[in-house]
């Protein structure tokens, strides 16, 4: 089965408002982890990696938080605007040489 | 100026033929990757390509094969197609292993 989940399939919020989408993963082997921003009808899209090395990492109103002890990673969107409507996936690089594994995916609808 | 460029974008056709996608990059990447989406939108990795290397995930049916006529380009060739191929497919590439992968807008699939 998988080793990359996420906590809730659907994440509703106001624009303007803070999100946090987070993810769980099981494989202590996992060294490096990425998140991806799917809009309908296109690819993923990166947004934002982090290494195991790291707690934290920001972007442009983009934090992406890691708990090794708990194996759990999220993704904070600030201030959230129409455009972040989309599909969020957490993906995980065991160090292998496979690619990616992705958890489920989250969707977050922004609210007008 | 597309980084990861995908053909064609739909393809529909008839159980039992033989069908190609295409995939092309310009980033100057190492490895390609191709991966299924499910009607849940799930991704799962099929194949990895490095370097005239190519990595299979075991559940991928022998029916798929993977063809590189350069770096550039990662094809999938798909023989026999049956319903249960209907999908989306992404091919993605990246630097070398274990980095960011970055992904083309994907090819839907529609066996009848």
């Known amino acids: 089965g998988e080793s990359v989940g996420l906590h809730l399939p659907t994440l509703s919020v106001q624009e303007g408002d803070n999100s946090i989408i987070n993810c769980a993963y099981s494989n202590s082997a996992s060294d490096y982890f990425i998140w991806y921003k799917q809009e309908s009808g296109k690819g993923p899209q990166f947004i934002i990696d982090i290494r195991s090395n790291m707690d934290k990492r920001q972007g442009q109103r983009v934090t992406v938080l890691l708990n090794k002890t708990v194996k759990h990673l999220s993704l904070q969107i600030a201030a959230t605007q129409p455009g972040d409507s989309a599909v969020y996936f957490c993906?995980?690089?065991?160090?292998?040489?496979?690619?990616?594994?992705f958890g489920k995916g989250t969707h977050l609808i922004i609210q007008p | 100026d597309t980084a990861v460029s995908q053909t064609p974008k739909y393809l529909v056709t008839q159980m039992g033929n033989d069908k190609s996608i295409k995939c092309e990059q310009n980033l100057g990447h190492d490895t390609m990757y191709w991966y299924k989406q499910d009607s849940k939108k799930f991704l799962k990795i099929m194949f990895s390509?490095?370097?005239?290397?190519?990595?299979i995930n075991e559940t991928v049916p022998n029916r798929f094969s993977p063809k590189s006529p350069d770096k550039a380009h990662l094809n999938l060739h798909i023989n026999s197609l049956e319903l249960g191929d209907s999908a989306v497919y992404f091919c993605a590439s990246s630097p070398m292993r274990r980095e960011t992968q970055y992904f083309g807008p994907g090819t839907r699939l529609l066996v009848l």
């Open positions: 390509y490095n370097n005239k290397e190519l990595i």
């Open positions: 993906a995980e690089n065991r160090g292998g040489a496979d690619g990616l594994t």
